[in-house]
């Protein structure tokens, strides 16, 4: 009596043929999945590193707890308000400012009647996302030098100003730092925007044209309300990184002058600048730092999609 084949279980041969169709995609996911797990999961093992007194000696798992010891240096520091202060308030003003900026320039991008102009625009405002902060910062000093800036050399000498040495005072930089924020960065940003408005049916414009709209009304009541779900994703993911600050700018635009700290200086330059100056010591607090950040970070986002949830449901990410 031949033995009965053994039953394979119910979808079976849909899973088996899914896996064969979907191969190709698998494999082309198959080197960020492992990007992935090299940089973003494995490093994970280093979160034991805020709670420990590192020492090279005895290495990350040898060396001895310490409990919340690394997170008091942030707290007790004279300067835990300011970096704290520089920090939130660059990043509201990056997150209001620079989503306004980025839709605008989108929406003025997808005005241009003629392509050819319109990428040629497209490519001018995005160069400056693709120059690393070494080469800005040194275009920043052409205009800020105290010997040989173009401010100093040519256009205060038009209005009657003396030379200031712009390194030496502080009271000018954040709006400095702001400038060069946005135009490093918003052409890259408005290109999201660009896509999501290249993707609205282009009938609902020419229906609005025809009951009499103009440019401005079809804003308004068609291109906003469409972006609307971009924006407020776009806000809660920033709002997630508003204890983040990017290094470059604040560290070497500035130049880490030291007589500029006091409106330069952020939570990652003052760990930075910390960890250089103490070695390993300051190593476990430089990571509780970053620990602290992304757990602040964290919770930010849980509650500004919860915000966003109770006013306005579709617009959530979960």
Known sequence: MKKEAQKKPIGYKKLSLGLKNDMPILIMMLPGAVLILLFSYL?????????????????????????LQNFEFLFRTEDAWLITRNTIGYNVIFIIIGT???????????????KRASKIYQTIIIMPYFLSYVI???????????????????????????PINWYTVPEQWPWILCVVNFWKWTG??????????AGI??????????????????????????????????????????LNSDFGLFYQVPMNSGA?????????????????SGGAKTLGMSSAAAFYQSVVGFVLVLLANMIVNKVDPDSALF
């Open 43 to 67: 490093p994970m093992f280093g979160i034991i590193i805020p709670f420990k007194d590192i020492n090279m000696r005895d290495g990350i798992l040898g060396s001895p707890w310490c409990g």
């Open 260 to 276: 500029l700290y006091s409106t330069t200086s952020t939570i990652n330059t003052y760990v930075y600048n910390k960890m250089i």
């Open 100 to 114: 306004f900026l980025n839709v605008s320039i989108a929406i003025m991008m997808s005005l241009f009647s003629s």
């Open 201 to 242: 049916d282009v009938q609902l414009y020419e229906a609005a044209e025809i009951d009499g709209a103009n440019k401005w009304k079809q804003i308004i009541h068609i291109t906003l309300p469409s972006l609307k779900l971009l924006i407020v994703i776009q806000t809660i993911l920033s709002i997630g990184k508003i």
């Open 188 to 197: 890259y940003s408005s290109v999201v925007y660009l896509a999501a408005i």
């Open 136 to 162: 800005v910062s040194y275009l920043v000093f052409a205009f800020l030098s105290m010997d040989n800036g173009f401010l100093n050399k040519t256009i205060l000498p038009m209005l009657g100003i003396e």
